[in-house]
């Protein structure tokens, strides 16, 4: 069997892996543009933060690695071309232009996302950074000691992360977001503003509803930033406003979401017989929204072993991912976030009759250290009381919270079972009345 991957860094690498265990005869080709496969991109705001110095600790494999266990790695090349009816895949090399061509019984797509890059001028100055290559991560951090002033345009995860890094370092951070609030499509707003204060206690400026109209550059650099409502200046600036799927290569042949991400069933299958996708590029099936685009390392993982499983498996023997629910949690300063599940705002989106509680409770007994408060809301049925959202923020203790919330959610249980359920306890780590069974007893 002929299984050819095209991308090696999250999904991509998933995938070849548990395929080549479940089918060792199997013939596994990945084709990845970079000179490295199974990179963790979400360390790279760490690594510029000084978390950690060893840019090794964000590769899950080395090329070594994965060639000793059987898997055809075709490293600095590019797939030019995707023929499906004769089944084929064009490949340049990207160094030397060679071009080969590659056949496939079963295909992947792990293509990733792009970050998207606004049509403004000054975008390509050479001191205008995106946080997805190690390479660019690498030479902002050389630079570092020479920014004195950094602006951030975006207020998501990357950028919230990043400004959070550089902000402990004593730079001078600015953060400008278009929308009326940061992290507005992970968090309700009085969660986003609990974050934006917390930013601003480490002495980063938060611009909202602020968009850049262009880069004024001095010799091919960026000295300031003009918005809608300000001039700012910059030593440097760090572009975090999304990623675009990277699917131009497939998107007049294969269906996809209106983003351009292909469109997968839970098995990870595209409207292409005997082609996967999994990852950025892709969507990804959701515990309660159906398909849906998330583009989160967590998913991509998951739903690349899944890929995996598949392509090696007979179609009566295939798995189904059991479906996302966008967990995801961010650091702020002295405090931490998490959510999972839907949203109030994305429960009213999509059509869902329910309500909500929001309360503050201790993380554990008051006569242990230092008590601290934990902001927990549920959103839930109106009818029914089944779990469909959380979303925590406090200091210590707060984000590991959100596994419990997660798996009441997966598990369909109602706020009135949460409120008794057995959690752990000892007087460092809850009270008695675990937060959430607190928070789950104030569901009316």
């Known amino acids: ?118 049509r403004i001028d000054g975008a390509n100055a050479g001191n205008v950074y995106t946080i997805t290559r190690l390479d660019r991560v690498r030479e902002l951090k050389e630079r570092l000691t020479d920014y004195r002033k950094i602006v951030v345009v975006g207020g998501g995860f990357i950028g919230i992360e990043v400004a959070d890094r550089l902000a402990s370092l004593g730079t001078d951070v600015r953060i400008i977001e278009a929308k009326p609030a940061i992290m507005s499509q992970t968090f309700d707003p009085e969660f986003s503003e609990k974050l934006k204060e917390a930013m601003e206690k480490e002495g980063i400026h938060i611009h909202l509803e602020e968009h850049v109209d262009n880069f004024e550059t001095s010799e091919e650099e960026v000295v300031s930033v003009q918005t809608n409502k300000g001039n700012y200046l910059a030593d440097a600036v760090i572009l975090a406003v999304g990623f675009r799927p990277n699917t131009e290569l497939v998107s007049n042949d294969i269906e996809t979401l209106e983003n351009g991400a292909i469109r997968i069933d839970p098995f990870g299958r595209t409207s292409q017989k005997d082609v996967f996708a999994a990852g950025d590029c892709a969507s990804i099936p959701h515990r309660l929204l159906g398909d849906h685009y998330l583009p989160l390392a967590t998913g991509a993982n998951k739903m690349g072993r899944i890929v995996g499983i598949n392509l090696v498996a007979a179609e009566t023997e295939m798995e189904k991912y059991v479906g996302t629910l966008g967990s995801s949690a961010i650091k702020a300063g002295a405090y931490e976030a998490a959510s999972t599940g839907l949203t109030e705002r994305m429960a009213e989106q999509y059509g869902f009759h329910c309500k909500t509680t929001c309360i503050e409770v201790a993380n554990h007994s008051n006569y242990y250290t230092v008590q601290e408060k934990i902001m927990i809301k549920l959103v839930y049925d109106a009818k029914s009381f089944v779990l469909y959202g959380a979303q925590l923020f406090g200091k210590n203790e707060t984000v590991l919270r959100a596994t419990g919330l997660a798996a009441a959610i997966h598990g369909k249980l109602t706020t009135k079972e949460l409120g008794f359920v057995d959690f752990a306890y000892a007087p460092p780590f809850s009270s008695t009345w675990e937060a959430i069974n607190v928070a789950a007893n104030t569901a009316k």
């Open 1 to 118: 069997m002929e299984i050819v991957i095209i991308g090696g860094i999250a999904a991509g690498m998933s995938a070849a892996a548990k395929a080549k265990r479940m089918n060792k005869a199997a013939n596994v080709t990945v084709i990845e543009k970079e000179n490295y496969v199974s990179f963790g991109a979400c360390g790279l705001p760490y690594y510029l933060g000084g978390q950690f110095e060893d840019e090794n600790e964000m590769f899950a494999r080395t090329p070594e690695q994965i060639k000793k266990a059987g898997i055809h790695l075709l490293l600095g090349c590019q797939a030019s071309k995707i023929d499906f009816s004769s089944k084929q895949v064009h490949v340049r090399e990207l160094e030397t232009k060679e071009e080969k061509v590659i056949p496939y019984d079963k295909l992947m797509l792990a293509t990733g996302a792009k970050p998207i890059i606004p």
